[in-house]
Nanobody
Framework: QVQLVESGGGLVQPGGSLRLSCAAS????????MSWYRQAPKKSRELVAG????????NYADSVKGRFTISRDNAKNTVYLQMNSLKPEDTAVYYC???????????????WGQGTQVTVSS
């Protein structure tokens, strides 16, 4: 069974920090591309950060560059999102996404976590 379980969301004041975690199972994590998306009320889901298994190369949305850092620990099958200098505009549900294979020769699939709420407010 493929599972992506996010944790670490919550309420934080502007300027504060938060670290999100995404624990993965049921697919070949070490060769999967991982990313974080977010969706605010009445807005479309947007890519926040991505990371590839080999490199490691990363990319970020312009709105979070210099403030957020994506990382992964393949031994723990976990991807992280460190969020610093948080702003009210960062308030959203954050989702973990994986693109990978369930077996070495099988097709690739996109997998989504359930999401975790991040609220930045005074």
């Amino acid at each position: 069974q493929v599972q992506l379980v996010e944790s670490g969301g919550g309420l934080v004041q502007p300027g504060g920090s938060l670290r999100l975690s995404c624990a993965a199972s049921g697919f070949t994590f070490s060769s999967a591309a991982m990313s974080w998306y977010r969706q605010a009320p009445k807005k479309s889901r947007e890519l926040v950060a991505g990371i590839t298994s080999a490199g490691i190369t990363t990319n970020y949305a312009d709105s979070v560059k210099g403030r957020f850092t994506i990382s992964r620990d393949n031994a723990k099958n976990t991807v992280y999102l460190q969020m610093n200098s948080l702003k009210p505009e960062d308030t959203a549900v954050y989702y973990c996404k994986a693109v990978g294979r369930r077996s070495g020769l099988g097709p690739s699939y996109a997998y989504w976590g359930q999401g975790t709420q991040v609220t930045v407010s005074s």
